[in-house]
C-alpha cells in the first residue's frame, strides 16, 4: 500500500477535523484562548498606554504599538495548549493510536500543528476587533496580511514548541512550561517599548532575540508602512525558529514511536 | 473542643496547604514563577516610565513595582488556595474534617494560613530578588518587616475570597476560572504604574481601587519614608477585604453545613 | 506474502514465542506480568532494549512502517476521544492507513454494522457504554483488513454479555483467517478462544501449549474442602496422605487426587476421624489456573498472589 502526498493531505486533513472537535463539541472551550490576550491587550495599554509620550517612542498609539504583541500571545497561548492536548492524549492512550497506523511520524506532526495554527486565527481576529474598536490604526492590507502570517507562524512554533515538550514530558504538568516557554519569547522582545527605550538585561536580550525581528516585521503595518527591509528578519527569523523546534519535535517523535 | 486542639488542625492543615504548593510546580510556579517573570520583564520593559513627568520619586522602576510583583503573587496564592480547597470538597477530603471533633471552622483557617505563609514567602521571595537586583528600600529593615506583615495579611483577606467561592460552589473549576479576574484587578490598580499616569477609563478605577491602597501601603516604605496616610489607607483596605471575605466564607460554611451536613 | 510472526522479545525478562499463522494465541498472566510490555513491542509502540521480534515476517524496529500496515491493534485503555463519533473514529482510522476516502466510508459503514454499532454511530462516544466501546475499538482495528490482530486484554471490566459478543467475533475473524494474539487475565477467555496458551509470569514466558495440552501435563483433578470451622492447617496435614496439597485458595483447602473420584471417600472419612467438620466439597477437572499454579506457584487471581517467591524464582534462572 503505497502512500503518496495526497493520502498525507487527507490524513492531516482528518487530524485537523479531529481537533476542531474540541472547538465545535465543547461549548466554551475557546473563550480562555481568546480571554487571556485580550485581558493583557487591555489591561496593558491601560497601564502603560503613556510610555508613548517618551522621547523615543516612534508610535503615538500604544494600542497600535502593542497590538501585535497581544495577536502574538494569542498564538501562543492557542500552540502551546495544542502541546497539552497532546499530553493529555499521551496519557490517555490515544496517541497509541496514531502511532500504531503506517500514517507517517511527520504527518502525524503536521496534523496537530496546523490545527494550531488555524485554531490562533480565533483570538487574532477577536482582538483585532477589540483593537479596532479602541483606535489601533488600520495596518493596511499589507500588514494586515503579514499580522495573519506571522500568527500563524507562531501558533506554529508554539505548537512545535508544545509538542516537544510533551513527547518528553509525556503529562500534562509540563504544561506551564509549555505556556511560559512562549511568554517568555514573546515578551524579551521590543514587546513594551522601542529597543532603544528598553533598560538593563531586556535590552541586550531583545537585541538577539530572534522573536525581536518576528515582532517588528508584524508591528510595521500598525506604527508605520510595510517594507520588504522589514520584512524578511522576521520571516527568516520565524522560518529558523520552527526548523530547529520541528526537528527537536520530530526527533521527540521518532523516540516515542520510531 | 478545645482551643489548643483547634490551632493544632489549623497548623496542620496550614503545613499540608504550604507542602501541596512548594511540592507541584503547577501550583509553585503560577505563584512565584510567573510574577518573578512579569516582574522582570516591566522592569526592561518599561522601565523608562520613570522619565516621564509626574512619575514619583523613586531610584529605579523596580522600586517601584516590587509591592505590585508581591501582591500579584499572592492574589494568585489566594486563587490557588481557593482551587485546592474546592478539589478538598469535590473529593471529600472535608467531610472527614467536618466529622472529626473540631471547630467546624478549622478547615477554612487552615487554609488561610496556609496562604498566609505563601504571602509571607512571597515577601521575603521579592524582597530578595528587589534587594539583589539593585532596589534599595528607603525605610531599611523595619520597612522591609512592614511590607511582609502587610503581604501576609492581605493574603489572608484575599484567600478568603478565593475560600468563600470555593465553599459557595464546591467547584475547582468555578474558582478557576477566577484566574483571569486576577489580571483584571491587578491592571485596574496601580500595581505596575502610577494610577495618575494611566490611561482612562483605568486610571479613575486606579484611584479608587483598595488593592491600589494595599499596593501603595506595600510600596510606601520601598520609596519614601512612611507615612501615616499610605499606613491607615492600606490598613483599612486590607480590613475591609478581609471582612467581607472572612464573613462570605463564613457565611458559605454555614450554608454547606446546613445543606450537606 | 509470509503471515506467520515469530518473536525472540527479550524486554521483560526474556520472553520466546512464536504464533503460527491463522492461530488464536492467548498470553495469560495477573497484572503487571509483562503482557502490555510485550505487546507494546510486537506493535512498534515500544523498541526492544535487547533480542528481536518479527511480525508478519517484517522485523519490529527496522521495518516498523511494514509491521503498521500488517497489524490491528486494541488496546487495553481502549483510548478512544470522547468527543468524536463512532464513525468519525473509524473513518479516521481508514485514513490514517491510506485507504481512499469511498473505501473508508463504505468499509466503516461494514463494520460499524457488524459490531452492531449502526444505531450509535453518529453519537459521540463519551456516550457509549464500556461494551460499546471495546467493540468500536475492535471495530477500528479492522478497518485495513489486517492480517495480524493484538488484542490487549479484550475484555477487562466487562460484563459477561458483552464479553460473549466480543469472543465471538474473535472467533469469526479466526475463522475469515485472522492470526490473532491476545493477552488476558482470564482463564476462562484463554480456555474458550486460544488454540495456544503462552503463561507469562513476573515477565517471564513459564509455559506454552494448546489449553488441552497444558491441561493434560497436570493430569489429575483436585478435591476443593471448605470446613464448617477453622483447623485448615490440620486440614492440609490430613490430606497431604492422599495426593499432593496444592496452595490454599479463598480459605479452601485444596489437594491434587490422582486416583480421582475414587479417592474422595477416603478423605472424607479421615477428615471425621480428625474431628474436622466438612462444609462443602468439590471435586474440580484441571483448569488453567490448575497449570498457573503448577508453573508459578501461586493463582492468577489477584486475591492470593505469593509474590516473593515468585520474583526469586525467576531472577535465578
Known amino acids: 500500500m503505497s502512500v503518496g502526498w495526497r493520502a498525507d493531505i487527507e490524513m492531516i486533513a482528518a487530524l485537523v477535523r479531529r481537533a476542531a472537535n474540541e472547538l465545535l463539541r465543547v461549548p466554551g472551550a475557546a473563550i480562555p484562548g481568546v480571554l487571556a490576550p485580550t485581558i493583557f491587550f487591555l489591561g496593558l495599554t491601560s497601564v502603560f498606554g503613556h510610555l508613548t509620550l517618551l522621547p523615543g517612542f516612534d508610535s503615538s498609539s500604544y494600542q497600535s504599538f502593542l497590538i501585535p504583541i497581544s495577536l502574538m500571545q494569542g498564538a501562543g497561548f492557542t500552540g502551546a495548549a495544542t502541546g497539552v492536548n497532546l499530553a493529555r492524549d499521551i496519557e490517555q492512550g490515544w496517541f497509541d493510536r496514531l502511532l500504531v497506523s503506517p500514517a507517517p511520524r511527520s504527518v502525524l506532526l503536521a496534523g496537530l500543528v496546523i490545527s494550531a495554527s488555524l485554531r490562533s486565527l480565533i483570538p487574532a481576529a477577536v482582538l483585532l476587533v477589540v483593537g479596532f474598536a479602541l483606535g489601533v490604526s488600520w495596518p493596511g492590507v499589507g500588514g494586515l496580511v503579514m499580522a495573519v502570517v506571522i500568527v500563524m507562524g507562531m501558533g506554529t512554533l508554539a505548537a512545535l514548541w508544545g509538542c516537544a515538550l510533551a513527547l518528553k514530558f509525556r503529562s500534562q504538568s509540563a504544561a506551564p512550561l509549555m505556556q511560559a516557554g512562549m511568554f517568555v519569547l514573546i515578551l524579551t522582545t521590543t514587546a513594551y517599548a522601542p529597543l532603544a527605550l528598553l533598560t538593563g538585561w531586556l535590552h541586550t536580550v531583545a537585541k538577539y532575540n530572534p522573536a525581536t525581528q518576528i515582532v517588528e516585521s508584524a508591528r510595521q503595518g500598525f506604527v508605520g508602512g510595510v517594507s520588504w527591509g522589514d520584512t524578511w528578519p522576521g520571516l527568516l527569523a520565524l522560518a529558523a525558529l520552527m526548523a530547529v523546534l520541528a526537528a527537536f519535535a520530530l526527533r521527540g517523535m521518532r523516540r516515542t514511536a520510531y | 473542643m478545645s482551643l489548643a486542639a483547634d490551632l493544632r488542625v489549623i497548623w496542620a492543615l496550614g503545613g499540608r496547604a504550604v507542602k501541596q504548593t512548594m511540592r507541584r510546580p503547577q501550583l509553585f510556579a503560577p505563584i512565584i ?79 488561610l494560613a496556609g496562604t498566609a505563609v505563601l504571602g509571607a514567602f512571597s515577601a521575603i521571595w521579592f524582597i530578595v530578588i528587589g534587594l539583589i537586583f539593585g532596589a534599595q528600600i528607603d525605610e531599611g529593615v523595619p520597612g522591609a518587616m512592614v511590607m511582609i506583615i502587610f503581604v501576609t495579611l492581605s493574603a489572608v483577606a484575599f484567600g478568603g475570597i478565593g475560600a468563600a467561592v470555593a465553599l459557595r460552589t464546591g467547584k475547582a473549576s468555578v474558582v478557576q476560572g477566577l484566574f483571569p479576574l486576577v489580571f483584571v484587578i491587578l491592571f485596574l490598580s496601580s500595581a505596575f504604574f502610577p ?20 499596593v501603595e501601603g506595600v510600596r510606601d516604605p520601598v520609596i519614601s519614608s512612611l507615612s501615616l496616610n499610605a499606613f491607615a489607607k492600606a490598613i483599612g483596605s486590607i480590613a475591609l477585604v478581609g471582612a467581607i471575605s472572612v464573613g462570605l466564607s ?12 | 506474502m509470509e503471515r506467520t510472526f515469530s518473536g525472540d522479545v527479550r524486554a521483560v525478562a526474556g520472553v520466546d514465542l512464536e504464533v503460527a499463522e491463522g492461530e488464536i494465541y492467548a498470553f495469560l498472566g495477573p497484572n503487571g506480568a509483562g503482557k502490555t510490555t510485550t505487546v507494546r513491542i510486537l506493535t ?8 528481536s521480534a518479527r511480525v508478519a515476517g517484517f522485523d519490529v524496529v527496522a521495518e516498523a512502517g ?3 500496515q500488517t497489524i490491528g491493534v ?22 490514517l492507513h491510506g485507504l481512499p476516502r469511498d473505501e473508508g466510508r463504505r468499509r466503516s459503514a461494514a463494520l460499524l454494522e457488524r459490531v452492531d454499532l449502526v444505531e450509535a454511530a453518529d453519537r459521540q462516544v463519551g456516550t457509549y457504554s464500556g461494551g460499546m466501546r471495546r467493540r468500536l475499538d475492535l471495530a477500528s482495528a479492522l478497518v485495513h483488513e489486517p492480517p495480524v490482530l493484538f488484542l490487549d486484554e479484550p475484555t477487562t471490566g466487562l460484563d459477561p454479555v458483552s464479553r460473549k459478543t ?45 489449553p488441552r495440552a497444558l491441561k493434560a501435563q497436570i493430569g489429575h483433578p483436585h478435591l476443593e474442602i471448605r470446613l464448617t470451622d477453622g483447623g485448615a492447617e490440620r486440614a492440609e496435614e490430613v490430606v497431604a496422605r492422599f495426593g499432593k496439597p496444592l496452595p490454599m485458595r479463598d480459605g479452601a483447602v485444596l489437594v491434587e487426587l490422582e486416583r480421582g473420584a475414587g479417592a474422595v471417600a477416603p478423605v472424607v472419612r479421615a477428615l471425621d476421624e480428625a474431628g474436622l467438620g466438612v462444609e462443602a466439597l468439590d471435586l474440580v477437572e484441571p483448569s488453567l489456573d490448575d497449570v498457573f499454579v503448577a508453573k508459578t506457584g501461586h493463582h492468577l487471581e489477584p486475591e492470593e498472589q505469593q509474590e516473593a517467591k515468585s520474583v526469586d524464582d525467576s531472577e535465578s534462572e
Request: proline letters at 4%.
Open chain 2, 33 to 111: 514563577v510567573f510574577p518573578t517573570l512579569l516582574l522582570a520583564i516591566q522592569t526592561g520593559g518599561a522601565g523608562r516610565g520613570v522619565d516621564l513627568p509626574g512619575f514619583p520619586q523613586v531610584n529605579g522602576f523596580l522600586d517601584f513595582i516590587l509591592a505590585g510583583a508581591m501582591i500579584q503573587s499572592t492574589l494568585l496564592a489566594a486563587n490557588s488556595g481557593g482551587i485546592a480547597l474546592a478539589v478538598d470538597i469535590e473529593m471529600g477530603f472535608t467531610d472527614r474534617l467536618l466529622a472529626a471533633p473540631i471547630s467546624r471552622y478549622a478547615m477554612v483557617l487552615g487554609r
Open chain 2, 195 to 214: 494610577a495618575n499616569l494611566m490611561l482612562e477609563p483605568a486610571a479613575t478605577v486606579a484611584q479608587y481601587n483598595p488593592i491600589s491602597f494595599i
Open chain 2, 250 to 261: 463564613a457565611f458559605a460554611l454555614r450554608q454547606r453545613l446546613r445543606m450537606g451536613g
Open chain 3, 44 to 51: 512498534t509502540l515500544l523498541r526492544p532494549t535487547g533480542g
Open chain 3, 66 to 68: 511494514k509491521v503498521r
Open chain 3, 74 to 95: 486494541a488496546l487495553q485503555e481502549a483510548a478512544l476521544d470522547p468527543l468524536m463519533t463512532g464513525r468519525e473514529l473509524i473513518r479516521l482510522q481508514a485514513t
Open chain 3, 166 to 210: 466480543i469472543w465471538a467475533e474473535v472467533e469469526q475473524l479466526n475463522a475469515d483467517g485472522t492470526t490473532v494474539f491476545l493477552t488476558t487475565q482470564y482463564l476462562e477467555e484463554a480456555d474458550q478462544l486460544a488454540d495456544r496458551v503462552g503463561i507469562i509470569d513476573f515477565g517471564k514466558l513459564v509455559s506454552e501449549d494448546t
